[in-house]
């Protein structure tokens, strides 16, 4: 069997046209659908994010206001800044680009977003309705993740998916969508014993570690769906996943680094923000 690349620039586009489709509607309708995104220090990987975000932003005709602070910005400032969004009406999403500096406690701050606001769904109220399988902002990393599995048209009920990584923005939520999806979900980590085997033995695999060529081809079930999340510069300095090139042939889908998770993840951001926005039009019960 071939192993099939899913195309992440493909869905990702689909998903910005259609968001763009209804921040047109929304604006018609009176709303400007708009993402604030606070940018703490002089991080040259955080603003070229950032830019990318901005440049979303105006591909799905959403506005998009960016806050810079300095770098040795202190967290009350950082909480007085986040307040005044917060009780701006004509922001509908905020996000905070991280890693933060070190002065700041980072968990304070994402908990200062208030929840209907929270399109990176990072605030301890979106991450616990995620587990209740409440309505929720999904982090937009899994839930890219997600529609890439979906697109392949495999069931997903009933399959063994294993995790590799266990972070608050990528791996834990990502084993609770597999989860609502019915999968049966294995969560790996750094003390994880045996982990080759428990890879070998997934239909669906989630490589999340931030480690080149860490999955190799040994950990791959033949027909597996592998979704690499890993973004990494390899030894020749080039763009890498965290699975190695034999290993994914041996799946029977997977996404390719770059032009796969990292687009959806953009593109699921624009989605979020749209759903917030529309969220405040229809008077929607708050998150
Ligand atoms: P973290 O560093 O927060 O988490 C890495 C995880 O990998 C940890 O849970 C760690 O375990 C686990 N791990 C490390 N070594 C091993 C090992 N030897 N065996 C098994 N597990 C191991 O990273 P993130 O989750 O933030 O990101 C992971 C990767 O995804 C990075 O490359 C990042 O750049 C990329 N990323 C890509 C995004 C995209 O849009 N495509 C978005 C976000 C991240 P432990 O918890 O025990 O330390």
């Known amino acids: 069997m071939t192993a099939q690349r899913i195309d992440g620039k493909l869905l990702a586009a689909g998903i910005k046209a259609r968001v763009r489709q209804q921040a047109d509607a929304l604006r018609a309708a009176?709303?400007?659908?708009?993402?604030?995104?606070?940018?703490?220090?002089?991080?040259?990987?955080s603003a070229v994010y950032v830019a990318g975000k901005e440049r979303d932003c105006a591909e799905c005709g959403i506005e998009s206001r960016l806050v810079r602070l300095p770098e040795d910005t202190t967290q009350s400032h950082l909480l007085g800044a986040l307040a005044e969004l917060a009780a701006d009406p004509s922001v509908h999403g905020i996000l905070v680009q991280l890693p933060l500096p070190a002065q700041i406690d980072p968990q304070q701050?994402?908990?200062?977003?208030?929840?209907?606001?929270?399109?990176?769904?990072?605030?301890?109220?979106?991450?616990?309705?995620?587990?209740?399988?409440?309505?929720?902002?999904?982090?937009?990393t899994p839930a890219g993740c997600l529609a890439m599995l979906q697109s392949t048209?495999?069931?997903?009920?009933?399959?063994?998916?294993?995790?590799?990584?266990?972070?608050?923005?990528?791996?834990?939520?990502m084993a609770a969508l597999l989860l609502a999806q019915n999968a049966t979900v294995t969560v790996c980590h750094s003390h994880t014993e045996g982990?080759?085997?428990?890879?070998?033995?997934?239909?669906?695999?989630?490589?999340?570690?931030?480690?080149?060529?860490?999955?190799?081809?040994?950990?791959?079930?033949?027909?597996?769906?592998?979704?690499?999340?890993?973004?990494?510069r390899g030894p020749d300095g080039r763009l890498c996943g965290d699975l190695d090139?034999?290993?994914?042939?041996?799946?029977?889908?997977?996404?390719?680094?770059?032009?796969g998770v990292g687009l959806m993840t953009r593109a699921m951001l624009m989605q979020n923000t749209l759903k917030a926005a529309a969220a405040q039009k229809g008077g929607a019960e708050p998150l």
């Not at 940018?39 to 990987?45: M, Y």
Request: proline letters at 11%; charged letters at 15%; aromatic letters at 4%.
């Open 30 to 45: 009176g709303i400007r659908p708009c993402l604030a995104v606070v940018l703490v220090g002089e991080n040259p990987a």
């Open 109 to 140: 701050v994402i908990a200062a977003i208030p929840p209907e606001k929270d399109v990176d769904g990072f605030t301890p109220v979106n991450m616990g309705r995620l587990l209740l399988g409440q309505p929720c902002f999904v982090p937009c």
């Open 245 to 259: 090139a034999p290993a994914a042939q041996k799946a029977a889908f997977y996404t390719p680094v770059p032009g």
């Open 195 to 232: 982990l080759a085997a428990i890879c070998a033995g997934a239909d669906i695999l989630v490589a999340a570690v931030g480690r080149p060529g860490f999955i190799t081809e040994e950990m791959i079930r033949p027909g597996a769906v592998v979704l690499d999340v890993g973004i990494n």
């Open 153 to 173: 048209g495999l069931p997903i009920a009933g399959k063994r998916a294993v995790v590799v990584g266990r972070s608050n923005i990528v791996g834990k939520p």
